[in-house]
């Protein structure tokens, strides 16, 4: 396949940049280490624990842990450039401008992470701080009155519009079962098998 895209690439009178092409091994968590040597033109790729793809950091374990703290980190910095300068009211616009697009950003890949809470964490900081909100006080109120979303209900309504506008996608109970039972209508989820990844990438490719 990589002398393929080699050769794609020189019919196009492009150049493969070694130096700066990478490729990430995916694996379980408990998978050994295996000293996998990828090479074109007698010149080798370095392999990376995670690669950077549409705004989106993809380890190579798809834990997404690279990704939040990467958000994490952005969200500091921009409540740190903003929290000093612009009054108090203004504060809840610049949270949906810069920080709330950041956590929102591709959430629905990341946000069911096991370390998500992360993200959740930092946004009730955030909101104390806006809000001039004691550490020990509940947010619950403060997010309803603000009408901002919690990182959980953010992720879940997304979820819900993405497969509400992408019904084309899935398959129904209907399509795989001559039984009108009373969940005839509902969305039939597969169950992903290693041999069902590997049949899809084939088709992908």
């Not at 909100?133 to 619950?140: F, G, I, M, V």
Request: charged share 15%; proline share 1%; hydrophobic share 40%.
């Amino acid at each position: 396949m990589l002398q393929d895209i080699y050769t794609c690439f020189s019919i196009s009178l492009l150049t493969l940049n070694f130096n700066k092409t990478q490729y990430v091994e995916f694996r379980t968590k408990n998978y050994y280490n295996v000293n996998t040597q990828i090479q074109s033109d007698q010149k080798g790729i370095t392999n990376s624990t995670g690669i950077k793809f549409l705004g989106l950091i993809i380890d190579d374990t798809l834990s997404w842990k690279q990704h939040i703290e990467h958000v994490v980190n952005r969200m500091g910095n921009a409540l740190r450039n903003i929290k000093y300068v612009v009054p108090i009211n203004a504060l809840r616009v610049m949270c949906f401008a810069h920080i709330h697009s950041i956590m929102s950003y591709g959430i629905i890949f990341w946000g069911g992470s096991s370390i998500a809470n992360k993200v959740f964490i930092l946004q009730k900081r955030i909101i104390r701080i806006i809000t001039n909100t004691k550490p020990r006080d509940s947010c619950r109120k403060v997010l309803k009155n603000m009408e901002i979303m919690t990182l959980y209900s953010q992720y879940i309504y997304l979820l819900i519009l993405y497969t509400v506008n992408n019904k084309h996608l899935f398959n129904s109970y209907n399509k795989i079962c001559k039984y009108k039972t009373r969940n005839i209508n509902n969305l039939h989820f597969p169950t992903l098998t290693y041999q069902s990844l590997i049949k899809e990438h084939i088709q992908l490719v």
